[in-house]
């Protein structure tokens, strides 16, 4: 994601739907991505969990059911949410979005990896059992019913659609908010 040129793909529609927490995205490459807020959040470009450098990551926990309360465009190259959890300092270049739907199976798999690694949860970490939050995150020591992040709740996202696997609701339903795009230009 070296930023935009000549090749970068632009959105030709962006919508928010509230309802079944994905925000769909159509490139004019017509590549389609339906990507969960979840994953956007825990993939954030921000700092905070990016950090300054290589090793700095900050695993993101408890992002489950993050809400995007807010979205804005940043100039013709980007967008900026503002997740329900307070996070609303990641900037979303159109090359990173592109690249979050073209890799989200990968991404998802290796986000799911790392939260078992650690004895983290995708769930909200206040409503786990203070023993769990103890811990020191070794999978080892953990009941094989705590290893798995989702085993209890199965709520999971289908990775091939990028669709949680709640229903998406019917025409009519106030589910979407399209985003007023604006003009969109490649870099010269």
Do not use: C
């Not at 690249?99 to 990968?106: A, C, I, K, P, T």
């Not at 023993?131 to 209890?152: C, F, I, N, Q, W």
């Amino acid at each position: 994601m070296a930023g935009l040129d000549r090749n970068t793909p632009l959105p030709t529609r962006i919508v928010l739907h509230q309802q079944s927490r994905v925000l769909e995205l159509a490139f004019d490459d017509q590549r389609e991505f339906r990507l969960p807020f979840e994953l956007l959040r825990v993939y954030s470009p921000s700092a905070e969990v990016r950090g300054h450098g290589p090793g700095q990551e900050v695993l993101q926990i408890g992002k489950r059911l993050v809400q995007i309360d807010a979205i804005e465009p940043v100039g013709h190259y980007a967008l900026q949410p503002r997740f329900s959890d307070g996070h609303d300092t990641g900037i979303y270049s159109w090359d990173y979005l592109y690249w979050l739907g073209v890799n989200q199976s990968r991404l998802w798999a290796e986000y799911e990896a790392r939260l078992l690694a650690a004895g983290a949860s995708r769930d909200d970490p206040s409503d786990a059992a203070p023993s769990v939050l103890a811990r020191s995150g070794d999978p080892s020591t953990m009941p094989a019913s705590e290893r798995s992040p989702d085993s209890a709740s199965g709520r999971s996202p289908d990775i091939t659609s990028g669709r949680p696997d709640a229903a998406i609701p019917a025409a009519g339903q106030s589910d979407t908010a399209p985003m007023n795009a604006v003009p969109l230009s490649r870099p010269r």
